[in-house]
Antibody, heavy 118, light 108 residues
């Protein structure tokens, strides 16, 4: 079955860049579908960060302005998130997910907690 | 940006009861873009309903979605103990995905 697994540092210093990778198994990214990043601050709701298609075209949340970069590596069957100039407000559980059913995210990774602190 | 407002914030019910959760959009939403998720503590959200009324794979028929325009509803016909969780609605519009703030369904 399709599985997604996030990986990356759990602690990032303020003003630095948060970098996460989502490894996809059981499905080839090159086959299609959009792949997304969603985050959830502790005790709060969900916030969509951005999506990428296997071709590399991306959409991202304008509220994050130009801090977001999402890329895909089809040779490794994974996609990545970079969020620059982080502050404490970026502390959250970060999820990767597959958008496949209409505009819904049908498969999610388990999530990875990222804390921004010096 | 389309804002989704979920109500109530918390729903206190007993197993076997019917749960009705509301999701109201600040402007009209295409039904094809409306989804519902369930999230249990310490877990990722899981998809329940997509396209406003279509159950995702493996979702039991006690879960149903309905609505159109700006008003959407998730109904759980008979609550089971494993259904007590937080539920989020989500929509896509104007190249932006947004989520509601969530409704917690707790055991009364």
């Amino acid at each position: 079955q399709v599985q997604l697994q996030e990986s990356g540092p759990g602690l990032v210093k303020p003003s630095e860049t948060l970098s996460l990778t989502c490894a996809v198994s059981g499905y080839s990214i090159s086959s299609g579908s959009y792949w997304g990043w969603i985050r959830q601050p502790p005790g709060r709701g969900l916030e969509w960060i951005g999506n990428i298609y296997h071709s590399g075209s991306t959409y991202h949340n304008p509220s994050l302005k130009s801090r977001v970069t999402i890329s895909v590596d089809t040779s490794k069957n994974q996609f990545s998130l970079k969020l620059s100039s982080v502050t404490a407000a970026d502390t959250a559980v970060y999820y990767c997910a597959r958008r496949a059913l209409g505009y819904a995210f049908d498969i999610w990774g388990q999530g990875t907690m990222v804390t921004v602190s010096s | 940006e389309i804002v989704l407002t979920q109500s109530p914030g918390t729903l206190s019910l007993s197993p076997g009861e019917r749960a009705t959760l509301s999701c109201r959009a600040s402007q009209s939403v295409f039904s094809t873009s409306l989804a519902w998720y369930q999230q249990k503590p310490g877990q990722a959200p899981s998809l329940l309903i997509y396209g406003a009324s279509n159950r995702a794979t493996g979702i039991p028929d006690r879960f149903s979605g309905s609505g159109s325009g700006t008003d959407f509803t998730l109904t759980i016909s008979r609550l089971e103990p494993k259904d007590f969780a937080v539920y989020y609605c989500q929509q896509y519009g104007n190249s932006l995905w947004t989520f509601g703030q969530g409704t917690k369904v707790e055991i009364k």
